[in-house]
């Protein structure tokens, strides 16, 4: 695993509550390093590789790695980064609709 996708994994780990029937791919714009989170499963998996299986229907994250680790780590709500234009979110939109985020109730 690259040193930068290190830096982020505990926190997206950390992030989702439940599995949501679907795949989730994060991007950092500073350095181009990138997680998959696969909800799918029992369970949610982090990884910097994409899980098996996945095909182009998955729901994009884009943003510098300020923004990404505030909305990580509980700092920042991504409605707020998303609505101020920090923090891009493209392709599979259903996917957003069934995430249980920590911090968002």
Same mark, same amino acid.
């Given at each position: 695993m690259s040193k930068a996708a290190e830096t982020w994994l505990d926190d997206?780990?950390? !992030?989702? +509550? =439940?599995?949501?029937?679907?795949? !989730? &791919? %994060?991007?950092?714009?500073? *350095?181009?390093?990138? !997680?998959? @989170? *696969?909800? $799918?499963? *029992? =369970?949610?998996? @982090? /990884? =910097?590789?994409?899980?098996? =299986? @996945? +095909? /182009? &229907?998955?729901?994009?994250? $884009?943003?510098? &790695?300020?923004?990404? %680790?505030?909305?990580?780590?509980g700092q920042r709500h991504l409605e707020t980064a998303y609505t101020g234009g920090r923090f891009k979110i493209s392709g599979d939109m259903a996917v957003m609709a069934r995430l249980s985020l920590k911090g968002a109730e």
């Open positions: 997206a780990k950390g !992030l989702f +509550q =439940e599995p949501f029937g679907g795949v !989730l &791919r %994060m991007e950092c714009t500073d *350095d181009g390093s990138s !997680l998959w @989170v *696969d909800g $799918r499963g *029992d =369970e949610v998996s @982090v /990884s =910097e590789k994409a899980p098996a =299986e @996945v +095909q /182009s &229907r998955f729901c994009l994250w $884009r943003s510098d &790695r300020a923004t990404l %680790m505030s909305v990580l780590s």
